[in-house]
């Protein structure tokens, strides 16, 4: 089974170096760790502290194993992907480009990333025992529900954008894979948030359990906690239902035009 690789450099330096088939990641005053590179879907960077050799970043691109660049506040900046063609079909790639001729794209996004937000918060509530009819199903509610209010709420919030951001980057990444780059994307939806609004629903189920994460959290180091988050992220193996979304607004798309 393929696994993401974060490296987050927020306690100290890491040197990111190829050592044949794996990335050899070296830190001060510790052991180097191997990564083979066979075994890797992504990797993900948090913050400028990660230093690369080209080698290192070369060989990424040449496995097939996409970059994802994570700003500070858990924002995605960058998503870097190989020149070689994806792996998976490019019917989501022809139905953009299709539907982006017609009149009315953008509101058909709109109201695919809707549902989809709308779809998420109905799991989620059915997850967490509370009837749907009793709850307010606007997101910002929702998250004020999971998450909590106030100054108490402020390490929740702040780990909620960096899971945000971490849906985003993989969305952005599923996107790729089936043709559908950033430049591409932006030129055909006039710059449309597709993976940030997609990226919010997908990890809207993991809002619960996050809250209660970072209660539990609430003394400990907020490198600790983001560590805590990112695990709650991997853990969950959200790539299917990835896949599931995108091949949902590929028949969504097909059916417009």
Known sequence: MLEALHLD???RPVAVLLEG???RLRRPGIADVFAPLPRLSRVVVHGPRV???TEALMACAEAGVPVLLMGGRGDLL???LPVAPPAMRRDLAAAL???ATLPGFRGWLEDFCRAE???AALATLRTERIAPARADLRPAFLRALWLGEGPPAARAQALWGLLRGLGEGLVAEGLARQ???AQFLARRSGAFPLPALLGEALVTPLCPALGRLARDHAGAPEAAARRAAIRLFEQAGLEPERDRILARLAVRLAAET
């Open 51 to 53: 230093q690369w050799r």
């Open 9 to 11: 450099a927020a306690e």
């Open 97 to 99: 480009d299709t539907a």
């Open 21 to 23: 088939p794996a990335l």
């Open 179 to 181: 043709g559908v780059g």
């Open 117 to 119: 937000q709308r779809r």
């Open 78 to 80: 960058a998503v870097l």
